[in-house]
């Protein structure tokens, strides 16, 4: 009997929403961890930074060793640490006589579980025989975004009819996700691109010009999307004059809901559309809705602006793969590693430059976003080389 590479995909996409949910679920608890657990606001910011930086690492060393282990045993390793994270939380914490290292040491669980999810789950699905693998490769990482707004929309709803108090359960809730996927993973048929032994090693790809293209590619893709996606709640705030927590509902989803579709709409259409001028007008749209935003008098200006922003963005990463796994086939888990590692590196100096540019300028938001138009021009400006030298 053939393999049935359906079960592959959906197992693909579950993970791809495990790693939504890992990323969102526990930013929306930062006001409750600050109360019950006494945490200070330096401690909660450094949650996001432990998760991001914990990514980085699993990024770099999956491209080292994942081939080596393989990928079936990683990817359910991926899932049962995610899992164990997200349940640590109803317990490490209060089990511990340090509150925040129990908090750290479950994030740090579930963001190694991300990390591998983001490094294998395109490989794994490149590596099955599907005809339109550039559509099917929008559409999986389409599933973040979906992961994401449900995660965001279905903990809200949980914490007003039970309250916020029961955080535990619905944290114990959403590890039923990873714990099914286990199953998914350890069923389905898994495939790799090459044999570990003829794919590129980290050093022949660090050493090939065309690497480092891609990515610039991933880097401007990862930054082009957070720069924007982090201060969405504050624009909502600032155009609709509504309250923190509306403001963080409305402005994330409303983003990340336009980000899903565009990556949707390319799933559905990318045989009629070439991926590569898709990108380039995907990157002017994003200068556009960059500049909208920073320079519009009017907030609900500013609001659209953000919003479009979430379509402009769509296609940038999961395109930045596609050309990466058409143009450099023999790279291998390495190469989505590498990848990875770029397009997370960059999701870090976005908003980074967007807090140091508007911190300088006097606490002057528009000018960080100013500053971060030039991770979209720097995606434009690697796109036309990409066309002019046809790589």
Known sequence: MAPNYQKTKIACYLGIITQAISANFVPLLFLTFRQEFGLSLGQVALIPTVFFLTQLVVDFLSAKYVDKIGYRPAIIASEVLSAAGLAGLAFLPGVLSNSFAGVLVCVVLYAIGSGLIEVLVSPIIEACPFENKEGTMSLLHSFYCWG??????????????????????????????????????????????????????????????????????????????????????????????????????????????????????????????????FMLGSGILCVLCYLLAALSPHPVFGLIGCALCGFSVGIMWPGTLSISAKKCPTGSTALFGLLALAGDLGGSLGPSLVGAVSSAAGDNLKAGLLAAMVFPVLLIAGLLILKKKKV
């Not at 090459?194 to 090939?208: C, K, N, Y």
């Not at 600032?238 to 509306?246: D, E, G, I, R, Y």
């Not at 709409?265 to 590569?276: A, D, I, W």
Request: aromatic share 12%.
């Open 148 to 277: 994401a707004v449900a995660a965001i929309l279905i903990s809200t709803l949980f914490f007003l009819l039970f309250g916020v108090n029961h955080w535990r359960i619905l944290a114990l809730l959403w590890t039923l996700v990873p714990l099914y996927n286990i199953y998914n993973f350890a069923v389905c048929p898994i495939e790799h691109i090459v044999e570990a032994d003829q794919s590129l090693s980290i050093g022949q790809l660090l050493r090939t010009p065309f690497f480092w293209l891609l990515a610039v590619l991933m880097i401007s893709s990862g930054a082009s999307e957070l720069a924007m996606a982090q201060w969405a709640s504050a624009f909502t705030e600032s155009a609709l004059h509504v309250s923190k927590t509306v403001g963080d509902l409305a402005g994330p989803c409303l983003f990340a809901v336009l980000m899903g579709t565009s990556r949707a709409l390319y799933g559905k259409y990318s045989e009629k559309v070439n991926l590569t001028g």
